[in-house]
């Protein structure tokens, strides 16, 4: 008959029937404890297999061995009759099921009790895996707002390496961005070599390769012994000590940017849970990076914004200042005032700097303050060489003081140069001023230069009215002459030249027209600034012309001008050739255009003959040469005869006669004394009395047969005059 006390079978089965309509106990520990509880004196012990192993949860240790165990599971074995197992519980009794005691703990029963324990277990994983995910939401926000907080991108990607790190329980986390065709470490943690930090993988290398390679997400269990990934980095696993890896893609509007890899050194294999969470903080990482990056391109553009502001400011500060020193400095040039100490004085006082202001020679022309270094100024500045500075530049003395120097540049020529030293200025102000300051003198050159065109163009005209203009046009040429200052009074020479192989000069040279006129220009100021044997009066050119009116009256005189206009025309070009002709001495500018033609016949003279150029010493030539409506005869008679005739008739001499009878004596001083019943030494005095008033030598035959010639002329004159019925003067 059965046991129906609490402590016989009977009670052990009803207090197991009460446990399983309980509710189920916090975790299967407690379940296996309250479930050996229950049974009582029945003795029974609860076990659970972990992997391969049997554990005992609650009851006795020594309950049964693992073989037996495992033949349970078979329905087999020493257990099978006192022991039931469902899923990866069991339940054993210490002694077998008795027939005589009844159905009171049979197997279906114990079985009963392993799913309430499985439940039990199910139950309480479920909700430590709730917790868990729990934990991770909660952890995952907290995250995220470090994540998404960062501004900077390199704070993001350490913050992302540093998070990832420690969520994935890894022991190396690195972000690889994209760079072209390459993804670049950018930042990592947990690295021992510094190699790590610096990878550069291409697609296929590695298993961040793989991922740039695929798209996809990539795990290795085993990084050295997995053939899916390449061998590029397997030396660097090495000294990583690296086992397994996983690395998931960063993907922005469905374009690879990086990639998000985290590596363990122990053996271990990366769980899907450990996948799904790489996977959301790889599209936190990316939403931050991108983040980063329009907050790094935003504060790029923020700081070149604040950039050009300070730059316009700076500018706007520098034109502002320029410009009041730009007004000043006009000024300057208004008035018409000494440019160069003016500018020298109103720059150095602006800026409270030295000035020193160079001439084309490299001398200094102004300085401020007076007591200014200008030895050491101008070693520094003109250098070894001794030239000026052809720009801008900026020099640092040997004291340490800077300068500035521009030069000054006007019409493509240099004229000098601006020097500024020191100053307590802006550099950049500096600079601009000893700009405006150059530009300031150029002025002043171009307004001098201008004025002197103008001046050069109205006496050029003036000239040229002399010479062939009409009556009213040589009257006014004569005024305007005492408006600008030039002296006409006295005898003067008209010196005329030509430029014989200009025209195939240029041609064998390849000139044009500008390089052909700026030969003549150059050649004009080397006459324009002759000074010797005298200043030349007024001078021209026309074409390949040139004519000067130089203040000379004697013979050697216009011969000492004619070499040194022949070494001005060497030094313009030393294959130019010019021809010269000089006109006699004239006092009276109304015989100007006479004197201009004497001039041409002189020159034509001196291409035909080789030697002579001047009017006066042509002889019976000029006859020959000139007009031949026209010739020459009373200016030929008068040059020879007035002197003669002047001094005659002041004192009652006989110098004409004189002269006649010596000419008719075949040229021997006796013969003519004897006719002219004077003494000899009387004869001789006349004689050289004759030379003085007409330089005329009676010793050379030319002198003499023109003489002679402008005699025999002068009795042709009075013969045809007595016809006429004038009386003009006899030879005696």
């Given at each position: 008959m059965a046991d129906t006390t609490d402590g016989g079978p009977t009670g052990s089965a009803n207090r197991l029937r009460s446990l399983l309509a309980s509710l189920l106990p916090e975790n299967p520990v407690a379940a296996a404890e309250a479930v050996v509880t229950?049974?009582?004196?029945?003795?029974?012990?609860?076990?659970?297999?972990?992997?391969?192993?049997?554990?005992?949860?609650?009851?006795?240790?020594d309950c049964a061995d693992q073989t037996q165990l495992a033949a349970l599971e078979c329905g087999a074995g020493v257990l099978r009759d006192r022991a039931a197992t469902i899923g990866t519980f069991a339940v054993v009794l210490a002694e077998p099921f008795n027939k005589h005691t009844g159905p009171a703990l049979d197997q279906n029963l114990l079985r009963q009790v392993c799913v309430w324990i499985e439940l039990t277990a199910r139950a309480t994983s479920l909700t430590d895996e709730l917790a868990a995910l729990d934990d991770e939401a909660e952890v995952m926000r907290g995250v995220t707002h470090q994540i998404l907080s960062a501004r900077d991108l390199d704070q993001v990607l350490l913050s992302i390496t540093n998070h990832t790190l420690r969520m994935s329980e890894s022991d190396i986390c690195g972000v690889f961005l994209r760079e072209g065709d390459e993804l670049r470490m950018r930042s990592c943690a947990g690295h021992r070599?510094?190699?790590?930090?610096?990878?550069?993988?291409?697609?296929?290398q590695g298993v961040a390769g793989l991922v740039f390679e695929t798209g996809k997400v990539a795990k290795i269990d085993s990084y050295l012994h997995d053939s899916t990934i390449s061998s590029d980095f397997m030396s660097l696993a090495e000294q990583e000590a690296t086992r397994s890896a996983l690395a998931v893609p960063l993907v922005v509007h469905g374009d690879l940017i990086g990639v998000l890899e985290v590596w363990r050194r122990r053996y271990s294999s990366f769980t899907d849970r450990d996948v799904r969470r790489l996977v959301a903080l790889a599209d936190l990482a990316t939403i931050a990076i991108e983040n980063g990056r329009l907050y790094d391109a935003q504060r790029a553009t923020v700081d070149e914004l604040e950039s050009t502001r300070i730059s316009?400011?700076?500018?706007?500060?520098?034109?502002?200042?320029s410009s009041t020193l730009q007004h000043s400095l006009i000024e300057i040039v208004l008035a018409n005032t000494a440019v160069t100490s003016s500018v020298a004085r109103t720059v150095g006082t602006d800026l409270g700097c030295g000035v020193a202001i160079l001439s084309a020679t490299g001398e200094v022309e102004a300085t401020y303050p007076r007591t200014l270094d200008t030895t050491t100024l101008l070693?520094?500045?003109?250098?070894?060489?001794?030239?000026?500075?052809?720009?801008?530049?900026?020099l640092t003395a040997a004291d340490g003081k800077t300068i500035w120097a521009h030069p000054v540049i006007a019409a493509e020529n240099q004229y000098g140069a601006v020097c500024l030293v020191g100053g307590t200025e802006d550099a950049d102000i500096m600079e601009v001023a000893c700009g405006q300051a150059a530009m300031v003198c150029s002025l002043a050159q171009l307004q001098q230069r201008a004025a002197s065109a103008a001046r050069a163009e109205a006496l050029d005209q003036i000239l040229w009215d002399l010479m062939e203009g009409t009556a009213e046009q040589r009257s006014a040429a004569r005024s305007r002459t005492h408006q600008m200052g030039i002296r006409?009074?006295?005898?003067?020479?008209?010196?005329?030249?030509?430029?014989?192989?200009?025209?195939?000069?240029?041609?064998?040279?390849?000139?044009?027209?500008?390089?052909?006129?700026?030969?003549?220009?150059?050649?004009?100021?080397?006459?324009?600034?002759?000074?010797?044997p005298t200043p030349l009066t007024l001078t021209s050119v026309r074409g390949n012309w040139i004519v000067a009116l130089a203040p000379i009256k004697d013979r050697e005189r216009s011969r000492d001008l004619l070499d040194e206009l022949h070494k001005i025309t060497t030094q313009a070009h030393p294959d130019l050739r010019i021809s010269w002709g000089v006109s006699s001495a004239r006092s009276n500018p109304v015989d100007y255009p006479q004197a201009f033609g004497e001039a041409k016949t002189a020159h034509a003279a001196s291409r035909r003959l080789g030697t002579v150029s001047l009017y006066d010493e042509l002889g019976i030539v000029r006859l020959l040469l000139g007009s031949s409506d026209n010739p020459d005869l009373q200016g030929f008679i008068k040059e020879v005869t007035e002197p003669l005739l002047d001094y005659d008739q002041q004192s009652d001499g006989s110098l004409l006669k004189t002269l006649r009878t010596f000419f008719d004596a075949n040229c021997s001083q006796k013969d003519a004394a004897e006719r002219l019943f004077v003494h000899p030494k009387t004869l001789a005095y006349r004689l050289e009395l004759i030379r003085k008033l007409t330089n005329l030598d009676l010793s050379r035959h030319a002198d003499r047969m023109r003489a002679d010639l402008a005699l025999r002329l002068l009795q042709v004159t009075q013969a045809v005059s007595d016809l006429d019925g004038e009386s003009p003067p006899s030879l005696g």
């Amino acid at each position: 008959m059965a046991d129906t006390t609490d402590g016989g079978p009977t009670g052990s089965a009803n207090r197991l029937r009460s446990l399983l309509a309980s509710l189920l106990p916090e975790n299967p520990v407690a379940a296996a404890e309250a479930v050996v509880t229950a049974c009582g004196d029945t003795r029974a012990s609860v076990l659970q297999r972990q992997d391969l192993d049997w554990v005992v949860l609650a009851g006795a240790e020594d309950c049964a061995d693992q073989t037996q165990l495992a033949a349970l599971e078979c329905g087999a074995g020493v257990l099978r009759d006192r022991a039931a197992t469902i899923g990866t519980f069991a339940v054993v009794l210490a002694e077998p099921f008795n027939k005589h005691t009844g159905p009171a703990l049979d197997q279906n029963l114990l079985r009963q009790v392993c799913v309430w324990i499985e439940l039990t277990a199910r139950a309480t994983s479920l909700t430590d895996e709730l917790a868990a995910l729990d934990d991770e939401a909660e952890v995952m926000r907290g995250v995220t707002h470090q994540i998404l907080s960062a501004r900077d991108l390199d704070q993001v990607l350490l913050s992302i390496t540093n998070h990832t790190l420690r969520m994935s329980e890894s022991d190396i986390c690195g972000v690889f961005l994209r760079e072209g065709d390459e993804l670049r470490m950018r930042s990592c943690a947990g690295h021992r070599v510094v190699d790590t930090a610096r990878l550069v993988m291409k697609r296929g290398q590695g298993v961040a390769g793989l991922v740039f390679e695929t798209g996809k997400v990539a795990k290795i269990d085993s990084y050295l012994h997995d053939s899916t990934i390449s061998s590029d980095f397997m030396s660097l696993a090495e000294q990583e000590a690296t086992r397994s890896a996983l690395a998931v893609p960063l993907v922005v509007h469905g374009d690879l940017i990086g990639v998000l890899e985290v590596w363990r050194r122990r053996y271990s294999s990366f769980t899907d849970r450990d996948v799904r969470r790489l996977v959301a903080l790889a599209d936190l990482a990316t939403i931050a990076i991108e983040n980063g990056r329009l907050y790094d391109a935003q504060r790029a553009t923020v700081d070149e914004l604040e950039s050009t502001r300070i730059s316009l400011e700076r500018q706007l500060s520098l034109l502002n200042r320029s410009s009041t020193l730009q007004h000043s400095l006009i000024e300057i040039v208004l008035a018409n005032t000494a440019v160069t100490s003016s500018v020298a004085r109103t720059v150095g006082t602006d800026l409270g700097c030295g000035v020193a202001i160079l001439s084309a020679t490299g001398e200094v022309e102004a300085t401020y303050p007076r007591t200014l270094d200008t030895t050491t100024l101008l070693r520094e500045v003109l250098g070894r060489n001794g030239t000026l500075p052809h720009r801008a530049t900026r020099l640092t003395a040997a004291d340490g003081k800077t300068i500035w120097a521009h030069p000054v540049i006007a019409a493509e020529n240099q004229y000098g140069a601006v020097c500024l030293v020191g100053g307590t200025e802006d550099a950049d102000i500096m600079e601009v001023a000893c700009g405006q300051a150059a530009m300031v003198c150029s002025l002043a050159q171009l307004q001098q230069r201008a004025a002197s065109a103008a001046r050069a163009e109205a006496l050029d005209q003036i000239l040229w009215d002399l010479m062939e203009g009409t009556a009213e046009q040589r009257s006014a040429a004569r005024s305007r002459t005492h408006q600008m200052g030039i002296r006409l009074r006295g005898y003067h020479r008209i010196f005329y030249g030509v430029l014989e192989n200009m025209d195939a000069l240029a041609a064998q040279e390849g000139w044009n027209t500008s390089s052909s006129d700026a030969l003549r220009r150059t050649m004009l100021n080397g006459i324009r600034s002759c000074t010797q044997p005298t200043p030349l009066t007024l001078t021209s050119v026309r074409g390949n012309w040139i004519v000067a009116l130089a203040p000379i009256k004697d013979r050697e005189r216009s011969r000492d001008l004619l070499d040194e206009l022949h070494k001005i025309t060497t030094q313009a070009h030393p294959d130019l050739r010019i021809s010269w002709g000089v006109s006699s001495a004239r006092s009276n500018p109304v015989d100007y255009p006479q004197a201009f033609g004497e001039a041409k016949t002189a020159h034509a003279a001196s291409r035909r003959l080789g030697t002579v150029s001047l009017y006066d010493e042509l002889g019976i030539v000029r006859l020959l040469l000139g007009s031949s409506d026209n010739p020459d005869l009373q200016g030929f008679i008068k040059e020879v005869t007035e002197p003669l005739l002047d001094y005659d008739q002041q004192s009652d001499g006989s110098l004409l006669k004189t002269l006649r009878t010596f000419f008719d004596a075949n040229c021997s001083q006796k013969d003519a004394a004897e006719r002219l019943f004077v003494h000899p030494k009387t004869l001789a005095y006349r004689l050289e009395l004759i030379r003085k008033l007409t330089n005329l030598d009676l010793s050379r035959h030319a002198d003499r047969m023109r003489a002679d010639l402008a005699l025999r002329l002068l009795q042709v004159t009075q013969a045809v005059s007595d016809l006429d019925g004038e009386s003009p003067p006899s030879l005696g």
